[in-house]
């Protein structure tokens, strides 16, 4: 029983750890909280759920939902770029409309099964795969061919012009790349790999919900600042590699929460409690001198 | 030599257009730049220096006149475009680099300095060698640390960087606003001559902003003074190596009376 836990949390963690890696492009690289995240990954989650039951195959769903990710991130960047509009504000604007988009996707009801219907879980290949671990190998496959893809990508001269226009704007434009088109271009691809996540989670869940879209950017920062607290210093593909464990090792908080005693009502607490935990980590480093403490314990004292 | 390569010809601009706060900055300002020349420009606080350069580069856009490269208009060319032909280094050693990349990785930004940029792989490594020797040149250490992400290096460092960056992909322009002002004398006056030492070698078309009047009149085939939007002093070549430190200050004096 523990040990299918653990390796539910492990898919749960590899699973929903689409989510940090498309936060991070525009969390970490661009430098600015996308608040879009909460209106596509129930959108990514409806459009593939609505898409499997008309009958269209979870693969072609799963990239449906890619796409309309990437038109909320289109959305947001245009309000952002072209319409002045900040971008905290640009995101939960769209993020508001989408709520009502994904309604009219899931033909007004707020929740949508995909109870007997074929999903990227129930491909052959995973037929004589054990309990949970279905979506433990679907994740890591997703999670591997994403990093992959991310770390080339960002090892580009478009994805060098991308990292630079979050680390310097001006000299970005003074060296000729056009950072409107790069901040359009970071949202797309951010939002387009977070539908990609709510198509897994509602495939791996067997449902979309018009709802399961509220705190997933507190889950996405999660992941994202567990892995950094844990790692420490390490260059952009470790980074990368990181946000995924992060996300695992958050799957275990939450895990061990619930085992205390706890219901699933009080998990978005929780989340919030640890990231806002995780955030503080240099104050109260800071506080109690941690540094020097740790370092005492490993020196030789000669 | 004498080829004129950028003209501004009876150039207006206003900022805060149509309120209340309208102020024109640059008024009727004509300004002929031959190749190869290297100017400097003295003026006092406000009197338009910093938007002369910021009309060159397209941050600015021009109310009435028309700016010409080799003949032809940009006045219409956004900031990016004009990166084609214009690179820039600015007095603050933090808006040159971007912080978190490394050393290396700001100059193969630089190295597309204008240029389309495409999801090609950016082949770093066959470019460290040439980093390497050209960051040797600065003398100040930067070769040694390519791979450090530029926020972590001194300001001095920065600067040479990013003037370096400027000049990596052979600008048609150069502008230097104030780049050494930042920085303590001793490595000022070092960045200031590798500076002209990469311009007279690469013979490069450069205007720099400066305070130093003896920077002014050392450096350069021609000197400027702008004040109240328009070119006020404009002297070259021989009558500018005759033109002493006194000469500049009673000039200055004059203007304020």
């Known amino acids: 029983m523990t040990f299918g836990l653990g390796v539910s949390a492990i898919g749960q963690g590899l699973l929903w750890a689409t989510l940090g890696l498309g936060l991070f492009l525009t969390f970490r690289i661009l430098d600015f909280p996308d608040m879009t995240v909460e209106g596509t990954f129930p959108m990514g989650a409806a459009a593939c759920v609505a898409a499997i ?37 640009a995101g939960i604007l769209v993020m508001t409309a989408a709520y009502s988009v994904n309604l009219r996707i899931m033909h007004g009801r707020s929740n949508l099964t995909l109870l007997d219907k074929p999903s990227l879980l129930k491909l052959p290949i ?25 770390i080339y990508f960002l090892q ?21 790349i056009k950072t409107d088109n790069m901040k359009i271009m970071g949202l797309m691809v951010s939002n387009g790999v977070i539908g990609l996540g709510g198509a897994l989670v509602a495939q791996n869940d067997g449902y979309a919900d018009v ?82 403490v740790w370092k005492r314990g490993i020196s030789t004292h000669d | ?50 938007t002369l350069f910021n009309t060159i580069a397209g941050n600015l856009t021009i109310d009435s006149g028309d700016i010409l490269l080799r003949g032809e208009s940009i006045a219409n060319e956004s900031e990016e475009r004009r990166t084609r032909f214009l690179s820039r280094v600015f007095q603050d050693p933090k808006l040159g680099t971007a912080p978190r990349m490394t050393v290396a990785e700001n100059l193969l930004l630089a190295n597309k300095r204008g240029e389309h940029r495409r999801l090609t792989p950016r082949h770093l490594k066959q470019h ?39 000049t990596l992909k052979k600008p048609d322009i150069l502008l ?33 902003i400066t305070h130093h009047l003896d920077d002014a009149l050392k450096y350069g085939n021609r000197l ?30 004059d203007l304020q009376e």
Request: aromatic share 6%; glycine share 10%.
């Open chain 2, 176 to 208: 230097l606003d104030e780049h050494t002002a930042a920085l303590d004398p001793k490595t000022s006056q070092e960045l200031m001559n590798a500076t002209n030492e990469r311009i007279t070698a690469q013979h490069l078309t450069c205007l720099m």
């Open chain 1, 211 to 292: 709802n399961m879209g509220i705190g997933v950017i507190v889950i996405a920062l999660a992941s994202i600042i567990i892995g950094e607290v844990a790692f420490g210093e390490l260059t952009m593909n470790q980074r990368l590699v990181a946000v995924t464990l992060g996300s695992i090792l958050y799957r275990f908080v939450l895990l061990v929460v619930l085992k205390l005693g706890f219901n699933t009502n009080d998990l978005k607490l929780f989340s919030s409690v640890v990231l806002a935990l995780c955030m503080m980590v240099p104050v109260f480093r800071d506080m109690f001198n941690l540094k020097r």
């Open chain 2, 224 to 253: 400027v003074v702008i004040g109240d939007g328009k070119i006020t002093y404009d002297v070259s070549g021989e009558d500018k190596q005759k033109l002493t430190q006194e000469k500049l200050y009673s000039f200055f004096s």
């Open chain 1, 156 to 176: 580009t001269d478009l994805g060098q012009a991308f990292i630079a226009t979050g680390d310097n704007e001006k000299m970005a434009r003074s060296l000729g």
């Open chain 1, 126 to 150: 995973f037929a004589h795969t054990p309990m949970y671990f279905d979506s433990v190998f679907l994740g890591f496959t997703v999670i591997v061919l994403l990093t992959l893809v991310l």
């Open chain 2, 1 to 50: 030599m004498t080829k004129p390569i950028l003209e501004l010809k009876h150039v207006v601009t206003k900022v805060s257009r149509n309120t209340p706060e309208e102020l024109t900055l640059l008024k009727d300002l004509n300004l002929t730049i031959n190749e190869g020349d290297f100017i400097t420009i003295l003026g006092s606080n406000g009197a338009g220096k910093s």
């Open chain 2, 128 to 166: 460290m060698a040439e980093f390497k020797q050209m960051t040797s040149g600065m003398g100040n250490g930067l070769d040694e640390r390519l791979t450090t992400p530029t926020g972590s290096l001194s300001g001095g460092q920065r600067q040479a960087l990013s003037f370096l960056m400027a």
């Open chain 1, 53 to 89: 039951n008309n009958g269209i195959s979870p693969i072609w769903a799963t990239l449906i939902a890619i796409g309309v990710g990437m038109l909320c991130g289109l959305a947001t960047g245009l309000l952002y770029t072209k319409g002045r509009i900040p971008i905290l504000l």
